[in-house]
């Protein structure tokens, strides 16, 4: 599966410093009942589904400028059609391939289908992985669940309604 994931106005990667730990409270731990019907899910929904499953898989919390920089998006951009989620390790929190695999389980029990295989990129002739991302679908929406070893390792979970990319002219999926 060929991924290619839209930051949508997410230049860089934040702010957060591997090394300090995340000030934010967390969320509750438990997955969110989902909301009765077969319609798209609401931001809201999305938006506890991200924080909660990083929550429950021990991820430190969301980069503020990351988790909010669709927030002042122009209504009817592409920004303003996703969500986002970039959790940084800290000095007392690792966060790799295990954790990442963690927050993917963690999603599922949220109703998240895979959307494919997990695409692993490895660097050096050694094997080490450096990157592993996977796409999954619930309701309308489509999820890129992403790490990475920068800065001792990062996870980003970025979230698109499908229906608001198609409605602002982005025809291709933020998935390959």
């Not at 990129?121 to 920068?150: I, M, N, Y």
């Given at each position: 599966m060929a991924v290619a994931v839209m930051a949508l106005g997410a230049a860089g990667c934040g702010t957060g410093d591997a090394g300090t730990e995340a000030s934010a409270s967390p969320v509750s731990a438990s997955p969110q009942p989902r909301p009765a019907g077969t319609g798209p899910l609401t931001k809201e929904v999305v938006r506890m589904d991200l924080d909660s499953s990083a929550v429950d898989a021990g991820v430190p919390a969301n980069v503020p400028e990351y988790g909010g920089m669709n927030e002042d998006a122009e209504p009817g951009s592409p920004r303003s059609c996703g969500l986002g989620f970039k959790g940084f390790a800290t000095k007392t929190t690792r966060v790799d391939v295990a954790r990442?695999?963690?927050?993917?389980?963690?999603?599922?029990?949220?109703?998240?289908?895979?959307?494919?295989?997990?695409?692993?990129?490895?660097?050096?002739?050694?094997?080490?992985?450096?990157?592993?991302?996977?796409?999954?679908?619930?309701?309308?929406?489509?999820?890129?669940?992403?790490?990475?070893?920068?800065?001792?390792?990062?996870?980003?979970?970025?979230?698109?309604?499908?229906?608001?990319?198609?409605?602002?002219?982005?025809?291709?999926?933020?998935?390959?």
């Open positions: 990442w695999e963690a927050v993917v389980r963690e999603l599922r029990e949220r109703d998240w289908q895979q959307d494919g295989e997990p695409e692993t990129h490895k660097g050096d002739s050694s094997g080490k992985v450096f990157e592993v991302r996977v796409a999954l679908k619930q309701r309308g929406w489509t999820l890129v669940a992403s790490w990475d070893d920068v800065r001792d390792g990062v996870i980003t979970l970025n979230a698109f309604d499908d229906a608001c990319m198609k409605t602002v002219g982005v025809d291709a999926s933020p998935v390959g």
